[in-house]
């Protein structure tokens, strides 16, 4: 457990594990208590197609929208634009987009 104390307010910060998930709960000295789950998310990239998405997530359009998943732990985005229900991948790309996935450092990120 961490605390953090701004002008008599106190920020607590308690890391659990537990059911397969790791929990961040924050609270505050006279607020309510959060919890955010730090589940893990991969993101797989398919050769010659989509993006495949599995685990805790949440999809949001260019305003926050959230999309509604349905329940869906694992979905597939577009990545060749062919798709007819962007930005879910649909199969399109078959035939019509090579790419060979493989994986590679970025170079160092930039300090401004």
């Known amino acids: 457990m ?3 104390l701004f002008s008599q307010l106190y920020i607590i910060f308690t890391a659990e594990k537990g059911d397969g ?3 961040l709960s924050v609270s505050f000295l006279r ?3 959060k919890q955010y789950s730090m ?3 991969t993101i797989k990239v398919n050769n010659n ?3 495949r998405i599995e685990g805790d997530f949440q999809i949001t ?3 926050g929208n959230v999309y509604d998943l349905g329940g869906r732990t694992v ?3 577009c990545r060749c634009g062919k798709s007819a229900n962007k930005p879910f991948c649909d199969g399109s790309h078959k035939g019509h987009f090579e790419h060979d996935a493989v994986a590679f450092a970025l170079p160092p990120k930039k300090v401004e």
């Open 39 to 41: 589940s893990n998310t």
């Open 75 to 77: 979905v597939s985005l």
């Open 49 to 51: 197609g989509s993006l």
């Open 2 to 4: 961490h605390y953090l």
């Open 21 to 23: 998930e790791n929990l």
């Open 61 to 63: 359009d260019k305003d």
């Open 31 to 33: 607020g309510k208590l």
